[in-house]
């Protein structure tokens, strides 16, 4: 089973995203050079850097550091929030993310940041020969070493001198797929190694299953016969946009928009959605889309509504992405994953006998294994494994979030982590009821269509009726340092009460009965508005340490921006908060 990850930690050097919220975006990157965007509007740039140096006792600024612009995002008040990465001396510094807050006329609103303590290693000279550095990271990986590079490592409450490499090909990771290892320049000690995929399946869930000599036997729809739309017939001048028809394992039969590129040849690639586009990996282990096989056919009829037909999954998979980007297009104005207007990419039939769905950074695309053929016996490009791990995407283009974690297994442990896997499970679910597929009924159940004895694997209102991973319903001191799917529900229960409220309740045809951890009552404020607070709160106020009460604050900052702090919006986040013991009062001391 390909294992989880601490996701990368390369640094960003440039504005990649121009976030948008319902105002529009701060600024547009050009599609080819995002970086010259950031050079033609750079006064928020600037003036949120001035005013990390200005109040370096807040922001954590030192002499030396040099802040490098994510993400720049404005408000429809004027408001502005500028993400960081930061340099030291000249040194990606992992764990230096920061968001500064600016009002209307760039005054210094306040912080966010990753690291509360100075990033400043005790040397920035290395005992360590970079090439030291590479053999224990092949060593350890079990693969090829690419060139290590001198990073700080501020993570864990600390800052050290440390080596970054890559490594390719590892035997440690399933599919062999490609991981990264830091080394502490000094002691020669791993201080992390994760994957570069992040995976919907755990190794502690299969080994559950195993145990429990459990098998998944998803049921699949019987397609309906396809019409075969063209929409471009008649046309001189190819390319051009079609309308074609796919026949998926889980979705029915579904609409698609196609390339066509000859009158009987059509390429399945997405013009209206920025060239989204699913190839074909042929069994092989790739992380590279540009070596996939691209999907064609003659007269736009895609799949079969069985894994007979090769492009079967890739009805699902492409489907899956494009109404994952419509989702997020529509709710918040972002123009894909990474907010710059490019497409999103998958690759189906990934690997021999993968049983598994991934978010691969490394790759920037979906990768969907055909099953292993034992736990799991069809491809996972359900709709919401799609939306779960294309929110991972997103996650990564913004906050970043990281577990604190990763044990010998793969098992990723911590709060920021397990508020990682709690974003995809919330915005997964939230791409189910934006499509309002008859044959994919939306709901707040998670992997509910993988064909699992207990009927779903993750669920929203009452996280703990999820017996394989034994997810828990309300916070504790142990949270810190729980399996992330584990710990999700923490998280996933607070937006559900915000959402829907406490209490039995029946929506869409499926029964809810979400408790709360005082007994309170809390009466939710709806779906759209309790998403939009989770979204804004993850795009300006999380950052890549964001546990569970500083998520809390997040929340309430993002409700008092949108419908003020004396609102019932506001007081309802709070008391969603309190239902599942995330409150002021028991709040962490610093390093828990």
């Not at 100075?118 to 060139?147: F, I, R």
């Not at 007269?299 to 989702?327: C, E, H, M, P």
């Not at 004895?453 to 828990?472: N, V, Y």
């Not at 979204?535 to 300006?540: F, I, K, N, V």
Request: charged letters at 20%.
């Amino acid at each position: 089973m390909r294992r989880p990850h601490i996701r990368r930690v390369a640094i960003a050097v440039a504005v990649t995203t121009a976030a948008t919220l319902p105002a529009g975006p701060a600024f547009a990157a050009a599609p080819d050079s995002p970086a010259r965007a950031a050079t033609s509007a750079s006064s928020p740039v600037d003036a949120a850097r001035a005013a990390a140096f200005a109040h370096a006792s807040a922001t954590g600024v030192t002499q030396g550091d040099t802040l490098q612009a994510k993400d720049v995002m404005t408000d429809p008040d004027g408001k502005q929030h500028v993400r960081f990465v930061r340099t030291h001396q000249g040194l990606p510094v992992l764990g230096g993310d920061l968001v500064v807050h600016l009002g209307k006329q760039s005054a210094y609103l306040g912080v966010t940041r990753a690291a509360d303590h100075a990033v400043k290693p005790a040397t920035t000279k290395a005992k360590l020969t970079p090439q030291q550095a590479e053999q224990k990271a092949a060593a350890v990986a079990k693969g090829d070493a690419g060139s290590a590079e001198l990073v700080v490592d501020a993570r864990d409450g600390a800052a050290a001198l440390a080596y970054q490499v890559r490594v390719t090909d590892s035997d440690t990771t399933e599919a062999g797929g490609s991981r990264t290892v830091i080394v502490d320049a000094q002691s020669g000690k791993i201080r992390s190694n994760s994957p570069d995929s992040d995976e919907f399946i755990s190794p502690s869930l299969e080994e559950t299953l195993r145990k429990r000599g459990e098998q998944a036997t998803p049921e699949t729809g019987t397609a309906a016969q396809s019409s075969g739309l063209i929409g471009a017939t008649g046309a001189t001048h190819y390319p051009v946009t079609a309308t074609g028809s796919g026949k998926s394992l889980f979705a029915g039969t579904v609409t698609l928009k196609t390339t066509q590129t000859a009158r009987t040849s059509f390429l399945l690639k997405d013009p209206t959605r920025w060239n989204t586009e699913t190839r074909d990996a042929r069994g092989q282990e790739l992380e590279n889309f540009s070596r996939g096989k691209k999907f064609t056919d003659g007269d736009n009829k895609w799949g079969t509504g069985t894994t007979a037909g090769r492009s079967t999954a890739a009805v699902d998979a492409q489907y899956g992405i494009t109404k994952t980007l419509d989702f997020y297009k529509k709710a918040f104005g972002r123009k894909g994953i990474k907010n710059n207007s490019a497409g999103a990419r998958g690759m189906v039939h990934f690997g021999n006998k993968v049983g598994n769905a991934f978010w691969d950074s490394a790759c920037g695309c979906m990768l969907y294994g055909d099953g292993d053929g034992d736990l799991f016996k069809k491809p996972l490009v359900v709709l919401d494994v799609t939306g779960h791990e294309l929110t991972h995407g997103v996650v990564d283009a913004t906050a970043a979030l990281e577990p604190t974690r990763v044990d010998q297994d793969g098992n990723q442990y911590g709060e920021p982590g397990a508020l990682n896997e709690s974003l995809a499970d919330i915005f997964g679910s939230n791409v189910e009821f934006a499509t309002n597929n008859p044959n994919n009924p939306p709901n707040y159940l998670v992997g509910e269509k993988l064909g699992l004895a207990q009927k779903f694997l993750r669920r929203l209102d009452h996280p703990s009726l999820d017996r394989l991973e034994g997810t828990i319903d309300y916070w504790s001191p142990a949270a810190y340092d729980t399996e992330v799917h584990a710990g999700s529900g923490v998280s996933s229960h607070a937006y559900y009460l915000l959402a829907e409220g406490s209490g039995r309740k029946t929506i869409g045809g499926v029964q809810y009965d979400s408790p709360t951890y005082d007994g309170s009552r809390v009466t939710g404020i709806g779906r759209t508005k309790a998403t939009a607070i989770f979204y804004r709160a993850l795009t300006r106020y999380m950052v890549s340490t964001t546990d569970f009460h500083d998520a809390r604050k997040a929340t309430l900052k993002a409700a008092a921006d949108m419908y003020g702090a004396s609102s019932t919006e506001y007081k309802t986040v709070n008391k969603a908060w309190a239902a599942v013991n995330v409150t002021t009062a028991n709040t962490p001391s610093t390093g828990h």
